[in-house]
């Protein structure tokens, strides 16, 4: 029997529109049951408290349980390798932070592609990074820290939370942009390297807000500034970096979800819309305000450009520096 043209058209046209009802249909009544979120560090940490808050109010929203699923280890690697390999059917989310487009630029080999293998649902909130000091440093602003460094080449070192951690990358930045002399002291995370910091074994720090703000508050270390584009509301006297005079300056650490790639549009739209209205919740951003996050929220293809424009931020920071992970 002989097909013609204008029948091939037809059954193609049915076959599209079955498909694109077939797809609305998901969207609509998504989801049916559980939803994985994976989660690439430990419990406990800050993604890992912002994922439980969101998972929450996600769950009470669609009426299916959203279940946080931590799988630490590698930076962030092993869990967001996890979260490629599952089914592109939206039952499956990675909650993660920066490190997720930084790692590919630090590692020789990561089990993940940040551009390929994943889609951008939603950026979700910021965490600045405090520039600290030890109360024994002479320098109550950033200027006058900037011009003590150079006035003492060598003998100043700033802490962070771990080599290529984004606290990390961001006074690696500043000391590139500046040029000063100092030499980079890792600890394992924010708390500690605050802690170092506040206890004189480093001068200096840039680590989460989140752990230097109840010493700051205590009067047991010293804020100069956030590295962010607006001030915390945790510690609303301090400046950002830009305020303090040096613009261009203020990256911020933030977490975000995403699906693998192929997940229908859809269901990638009723997620990010939801989780932007979850986030603007009164109660939800009085809570994100008190980890000492910033509630941002925004649209997949906003968050997709930021990605990129990071990438190469952070690709030119670590090539100055010279730094590998294996």
Not at 158 to 164: H, N, Q
Request: hydrophobic share 45%; aromatic share 8%; charged share 15%.
């Amino acid at each position: 029997m002989t097909v013609s043209r204008r029948q091939l058209l037809r059954t193609a046209a049915g076959i599209a529109t079955f498909t694109a009802g077939h797809r609305i249909a998901q969207a609509q009544t998504f989801p049916t049951r559980s939803v994985r979120v994976i989660v690439p560090f430990a419990p406990g940490g800050p993604v890992d408290v912002f994922a439980r808050l969101l998972a929450e109010k996600l769950s009470e929203h669609f009426g299916q349980q959203f279940y946080v699923e931590n799988s630490a280890g590698a930076g962030g690697n092993i869990g967001a390798g996890r979260a490629a390999k599952a089914a592109p059917d939206g039952y499956t989310l990675l909650l993660t932070a920066n490190n997720y487009v930084i790692n590919p630029l630090l590692y020789d080999t990561v089990p993940y592609d940040p551009f390929k293998d994943f889609a951008p649902v939603s950026l979700a909130v910021g965490f600045p990074t405090a520039f600290s000091v030890n109360l024994s440093v002479p320098a109550h602003t950033v200027s006058e820290l900037v011009a003590l460094v150079r006035a003492n080449s060598g003998k100043y070192s700033f802490a962070s939370p771990g080599v290529g951690t984004p606290s990390h990358l961001l006074g690696e930045q500043f000391r590139q942009e500046l040029g000063l002399d100092l030499v980079h002291v890792p600890y394992n995370g924010s708390g500690p390297a605050t802690e170092a910091v506040m206890a004189g074994d480093t001068p200096v720090c840039f680590a989460a807000l989140t752990a230097a703000a109840p010493l700051a508050q205590a009067g047991r270390l010293r804020v100069l500034a956030t590295m962010s584009k607006t001030r915390s509301g945790a510690l609303p006297e301090v400046p950002t970096i830009a305020e303090a005079g040096y613009p261009g300056l203020d990256g911020e650490g933030w977490d975000g979800i995403f699906v693998p790639a192929g997940t229908p549009p859809e269901i990638i739209t009723a997620l990010s819309d939801q989780i932007r209205k979850v986030i603007a919740l009164p109660d939800v951003t009085e809570r994100i305000e008190a980890l000492g996050f910033s509630p941002i929220g925004g649209p997949p293809d906003a968050f997709a450009k930021q990605l990129v424009a990071e990438s190469a931020t952070w690709a030119r920071v670590i090539r100055a520096a010279g730094l590998k992970l294996q």
